[in-house]
């Protein structure tokens, strides 16, 4: 009664459908891969933008703060040493903000990089694991 529902598979029979799994199973992995990459390019992308608009944000704020600074210098009549000390001040404010942006865009760049190197660490999992099973299989 069984053999009548479902016929016994010849062994070339079923070694075709263990191809077939093998094949449609590397298709998988390919399109794993190439969605995995397209998310990868995507995300450093937006990240890319949100840096720009930071250092945007951060520029518009220097250049708003030198006007400011320097329609301070126009309208006073101030001492040498008093405006040597606003130069100071101001040039230790620029280069203050200057560092803190490198220092961002630095820390940026590492957290890319160790993004980077975790999604390769998966795709490298996800392949070690397709070959275990392949090589148990054969």
Avoid at 11 to 39: D, H, R, S
Avoid at 59 to 79: P, Y
Avoid at 97 to 122: L, R
Wanted: net charge negative.
């Amino acid at each position: 009664m069984s053999e009548i529902i479902s016929p016994p598979q010849t062994e070339a029979e079923m070694q075709q459908q263990l191809q077939q799994m093998q094949a449609q199973n590397q298709q998988y992995q390919q399109l794993i891969a190439g969605l995995q990459a397209e998310t990868q390019k995507l995300y450093q992308e937006k990240n890319g933008k949100v840096v720009d608009n930071q250092f945007m944000l951060q520029k518009a704020k220097l250049d708003n703060d030198t006007k400011v600074l320097i329609a301070e210098i126009e309208t006073k009549a101030q001492s040498l040493s008093e405006r040597q000390q606003m130069y100071l001040e101001v040039w230790k404010e620029v280069h203050g903000a200057a560092h803190d942006a490198a220092t961002q865009a630095v820390d940026h760049s590492h957290e890319a990089d160790q993004s980077q190197q975790a999604i390769q660490a998966q795709q490298q999992a996800a392949q070690q694991e397709s070959q275990n099973g392949n090589g148990a299989q054969g």
